[in-house]
């Protein structure tokens, strides 16, 4: 999990990354672009860095060379040794690591924007990894207020599970997932849509270091319960797909006995847990693989504390 945010310090170091899946075009090219002109990443207190992650697999415009970059930054490998022999991301996730990290020290940057696409209609999703991670719930409760249109919240950690995301490296980190968008394409409405998150973001980093407190305040936020997989054959062949009136129906509840896959013959599949659950990634292109066709997510409200402005401002 991300550390715990060092609340009441001032950020000075803030980076934007975009291509850690290569085919995310979004973050691509607005890095591409704010690498050549970083104007529209300066605030009064601070200048965001911008960095493209995985330079290898956006040549190609493919997610990744080897394998996920955004799962590669585990304790594992992050100490693996024979980088030479070693896949490329795990190289490059050494190397993120150590420009932006090292992950749980003093000398980790203070934030980390992520910016991601997804073929899901995740709309404007804002993805953390715990509602623990005050700083970020706060920004996450301003983006919204700032922003026209849903921006659901998506928590990933697991209770026990090892944070593997490029923006762990970071003391603290949000990921912009913006979609539905084919991979390999730019869309003129996704692309404004996520400059805007962006600047909410940068906007809010800079109130707070200009010593601005922020009240308590209750969020809705959805939390990772497990992920399903496509109806498949014993030798993993799919046997069906994501039922039509599933698709594109991302954060809205599911209930028991509602379909979820219709199979080749015409064979409907229903939802068979016994509460209410609110999908996410329906249908995401890069999961097929993690055979995942969509994650079962629980809405949960959660009171955040306030936000106390850093009380000494260190330039
Ligand atoms: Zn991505």
């Given at each position: ?8 310090d ?5 980076a934007?990354?975009g291509?850690?899946?290569g085919n995310?075009?979004s973050?691509?090219?607005l890095?591409k672009?704010?690498l ?6 300066q605030?009064a207190?601070?200048t ?15 997610r ?5 970059l ?7 490998f992050?100490?693996?040794k024979?980088t030479q022999a ?8 050494q190397?993120?690591n ?10 980790a940057?203070d934030?980390?924007?992520?910016l991601?696409?997804?073929?899901s209609?995740m709309m ?8 623990e ?7 996450c409760h301003?983006i919204?207020?700032h922003t026209?249109?849903p ?5 990933y950690?697991?209770p026990g599970q090892?944070?593997f995301?490029l923006?762990?490296?970071a003391k603290?980190?949000l990921?912009?997932?913006?979609g539905p968008q084919p991979h390999g394409?730019?869309?003129a409405?996704?692309l404004?849509?996520?400059r805007?998150?962006l600047a909410?973001?940068l906007?809010?980093i800079d109130?707070f270091n200009?010593?601005t ?10 939390k990772i319960i ?5 109806p498949?054959?014993?030798?993993g062949e799919l046997l069906?797909?994501?039922h ?7 954060f809205?509840?599911?209930k028991?006995?509602?379909?979820i ?6 064979e409907?599949?229903f939802y068979?847990?016994?509460t ?10 890069a999961?097929y693989e993690k055979g995942?066709?969509f ?11 306030p936000?106390?402005a850093p009380?000494a401002?260190a330039?």
């Amino acid at each position: 999990m991300c550390s715990t945010p060092s609340i009441g310090d001032h950020l000075d170091h803030v980076a934007v990354v975009g291509g850690t899946h290569g085919n995310e075009l979004s973050g691509v090219y607005l890095v591409k672009h704010w690498l050549q002109d970083p104007s529209e990443l300066q605030r009064a207190t601070f200048t965001a860095t911008p960095f493209l992650a995985n330079p290898k697999a956006t040549k190609h415009c493919m997610r990744y060379v080897s394998q996920d970059l955004n799962r590669s930054f585990t304790r594992t490998f992050l100490t693996f040794k024979g980088t030479q022999a070693g896949p490329y991301e795990v190289r490059r996730a050494q190397e993120i690591n150590q420009l932006f990290g090292p992950r749980g020290t003093a000398d980790a940057f203070d934030f980390i924007f992520d910016l991601h696409n997804t073929t899901s209609n995740m709309m404007a999703c804002l993805i953390s990894d715990s509602e623990e991670n005050i700083f970020t719930m706060h920004m996450c409760h301003y983006i919204q207020k700032h922003t026209e249109g849903p921006c659901p919240i998506y928590l990933y950690g697991c209770p026990g599970q090892e944070n593997f995301a490029l923006m762990s490296v970071a003391k603290n980190g949000l990921g912009l997932e913006l979609g539905p968008q084919p991979h390999g394409v730019l869309r003129a409405d996704v692309l404004s849509h996520v400059r805007a998150l962006l600047a909410h973001g940068l906007d809010f980093i800079d109130l707070f270091n200009q010593g601005t407190s922020l009240p308590a305040f209750d969020i809705v936020a959805y939390k990772i319960i497990e992920p399903v997989d496509f109806p498949r054959s014993p030798g993993g062949e799919l046997l069906g797909f994501v039922h039509p009136q599933l698709q594109d129906k991302d954060f809205l509840p599911l209930k028991p006995g509602d379909p979820i896959f219709q199979l080749f013959s015409g064979e409907e599949i229903f939802y068979e847990g016994d509460t209410t659950i609110y999908p996410a990634f329906i249908n995401e292109a890069a999961y097929y693989e993690k055979g995942t066709a969509f994650f079962k997510m629980k809405k949960c409200t959660f009171s955040i504390p306030p936000l106390e402005a850093p009380t000494a401002s260190a330039p």
